[in-house]
């Protein structure tokens, strides 16, 4: 039957999983040609008399979608099929391919970890199925074989081949190292299942012709694997396959977590705890492939050695140990225990490979979880320097109910009281001040607990001056006897944290600070606060302490940072007015007279005060800056 015009006079439909280096193999061998040939009657390499015929290895991505409509119309495939051969569509489950494509400047990128040009295989399935089809042609090169984190044939039960058993090397890469989609595409005489690398004259080391192994006669693998060993590594790649299967809706970042923590153990080797339920071959495998990569980059010192260094071990039982200690990692119950483990992975790291521990971090998208594990706190809070200090590590960290717009400016006496009076008595250095600080930076770690970000972030959102932040925490470190003295501040403030998450009704701090930025006791109020007490009126300036000393009753904030202190300098006495710092504590520490009364007052209207904050009612006489 003659086909339309542009169509193959015969095709083949593709195999379950099917690659399209698979499928251009398979179809180029039905149809008596070479793959090459193929390529340019379907459409994806341009005929250039003269030149040699190039399959770049990206194709195994995506066809662009011109090349790809006219590979469905001469192939008789759906634009689905088509589709189905390459990547592409794998990238929601597996996020790594997202990371793949052309760049600005015409040249290609991909993530280390996104594919592998070098397949590998599973020598039964290439044999075939036994049907008419596969027995002529072959059985399909899997398109998952191509990921690195596919190294085992669940149907067959065994550690995928990534070397041919002749030549022994990996397929697809030339020898200068090159990658394609298919090696050698212009020939046509080799079945789908035989090596297409040349073979190396063992003499001179020079290209001879194809070497041509059936690969579907012998493994290449010299490894066995204990039944028991096998079995651990089969259930595995059974979980990793069902995420692949799966649209990474509940954990879209699964695998660059496991990507990640399986760099981290590259480079911190022998660091990562060996886990006994692996088979030793396993991981024999696994330390000859860092201690080869490791020579290797020694001996290079120049050229591409990070993508070698963090990038996948080839061979299927090297990289079945890392991605099943990874696992055990990033899939573990106690977040306690994956901090540990993941900051002794990190440390060691640094000191084996800091620039590469820092590419590692600085590159990688980290889920929630893995994050708090590896970001670095020092003192209590999100360290802002060092090596692992990326921004992306300074998440929040701690899954919280409250935000930190319901966070004041200081810790409630009440609460500082519960949890953190004990922790005041044990600071070195004996000050009044102490309770302050201690009380301000409660509530700049509950401010990291909810919105991650450093101490800065924490204090811009809460209304405190940068400076005074730092150096408040600073000198609170300084009298911080010891890291158990430390960690007793850390508890405290998780069983503060615990206590605001039950609260129903939070008060948003927030909002009542933003209410009261130009605001002042309204002359009105002030004249029937101080009815009765003559003596006040002699007192310059009072209206405007006694609206600082309402402002901090009201946010639960530090007078120091209120507007009307703020707007002073801090203290700064403008002329004809109060000494805000000095003259509001003569108010609150009064014992008798006309002051000692106009206190309650004050707490009265404080409460007033705040009840019109939180309703947002517009009809409360607001005051204005004097």
């Not at 929040?396 to 953190?420: D, G, K, M, S, V």
């Not at 970000?453 to 006897?481: C, K, M």
Request: glycine fraction near 8%.
């Amino acid at each position: 039957m003659t086909g339309t015009p542009g169509q193959l006079a015969r095709s083949l439909a593709p195999l379950a999983e099917e690659s399209l280096p698979g499928f251009l193999l398979r179809l180029a061998h039905r149809l008596n040609r070479s793959p090459a040939r193929i390529a340019v009657l379907t459409g994806i390499a341009p005929y250039r008399l003269g030149h040699t015929v190039k399959l770049p290895a990206h194709l195994l991505v995506a066809l662009r979608p011109e090349s790809a409509a006219r590979f469905a119309a001469t192939t008789r495939l759906a634009p689905s099929e088509v589709q189905a051969l390459g990547l592409r569509p794998l990238q929601m489950a597996y996020p790594p391919i997202t990371d793949t494509g052309e760049r600005e400047d015409g040249r290609f990128g991909s993530h280390v970890w996104a594919f592998t040009a070098a397949s590998r295989f599973c020598p039964q399935c290439l044999a075939g199925d036994g049907s008419a089809v596969q027995n002529a042609h072959g059985g399909p090169w899997r398109l998952p074989w191509h990921l690195p984190v596919v190294f085992a044939c669940t149907r067959h039960r065994c550690l995928l081949d990534h070397l041919c058993p002749s030549c022994r090397r990996p397929l697809n890469v030339s020898v200068q190292g090159r990658a394609a989609l298919i090696l050698h595409p212009a020939g046509n005489a080799l079945h789908p299942g035989q090596c297409r690398n040349h073979a190396l004259d063992a003499g001179t080391r020079k290209p001879r012709p194809a070497c041509g192994t059936d690969l579907t006669a012998t493994a290449a693998s010299t490894r066995v694997i204990p039944d028991a060993g096998l079995g651990t590594l089969l259930d595995l790649q059974s979980r990793l396959l069902a995420r692949l299967a799966s649209p990474a809706a509940e954990e879209p970042l699964f695998f660059p977590d496991l990507i990640a923590v399986s760099q981290l153990i590259t480079i911190s080797w022998p660091a990562a705890i060996h886990d006994l339920s692996l088979p030793a071959v396993a991981i024999d495998a696994l330390d000859e492939h860092i201690h080869a990569i490791r020579r290797r980059t020694a001996d290079r010192p120049h050229g591409d050695n990070g993508r070698i260094v963090i990038g996948p071990p080839p061979a299927a039982a090297a990289c079945a140990s890392l991605l099943a200690m990874s696992e055990r990692l990033v899939t573990h119950p106690d977040p306690a225990g994956t901090r540990e483990a993941v900051q002794t992975l990190a440390r060691r790291a640094v000191e084996r490979d800091r620039t590469r521990f820092v590419g590692v971090i600085r590159r990688g998208q980290f889920s929630l979880p893995l994050a708090r594990a590896l970001a670095v706190q020092r003192g209590g809070f999100h360290a802002t320097a060092g090596a692992g200090t990326s921004a992306a590590l300074r998440v929040p960290t701690r899954t919280c109910r409250f935000t930190a717009q319901e966070i004041p400016q200081l810790l409630p006496a009440a609460a500082y009281e519960r949890h953190l009076a004990h922790f005041t008595t044990r600071l070195t250095v004996a000050s009044r001040n102490n309770a302050r600080l201690v009380r301000r930076a409660a509530t700049l770690k509950l401010a990291e607990m909810t919105g991650g970000g450093t101490s800065a972030d924490g204090a811009r959102l809460l209304g405190i001056p940068r400076g005074h932040a730092l150096s408040g925490l600073q000198q609170l470190r300084l009298r911080t006897d010891g890291e158990n003295a430390w960690q007793q501040f850390l508890l405290g403030l998780d069983a503060i944290a615990a206590e605001l998450d039950a609260q129903e009704d939070r008060i948003d701090y927030q909002r009542r600070r933003t209410a009261l930025e130009n605001w002042t006791i309204p002359p009105a109020h002030w004249a029937h606060l101080t009815d009765g007490l003559p003596a006040l009126d002699a007192t310059p300036g009072l209206r405007t302490c006694a609206s600082v000393l309402v402002w901090t009753q009201v946010t639960e904030g530090d007078y120091l940072f209120s507007p009307l202190v703020r707007d002073r300098g801090f203290g700064r006495r403008l002329p004809g007015g109060p000494d805000l710092v000095r003259d509001l504590p003569s108010l609150t520490d009064a014992r008798r007279g006309d002051k000692a009364r106009l206190l309650p007052r004050l707490a009265a209207y404080a409460q007033q005060t705040a009840a019109w904050c939180d309703s947002g009612a517009p009809d409360h006489d607001q005051g204005t800056t004097p």
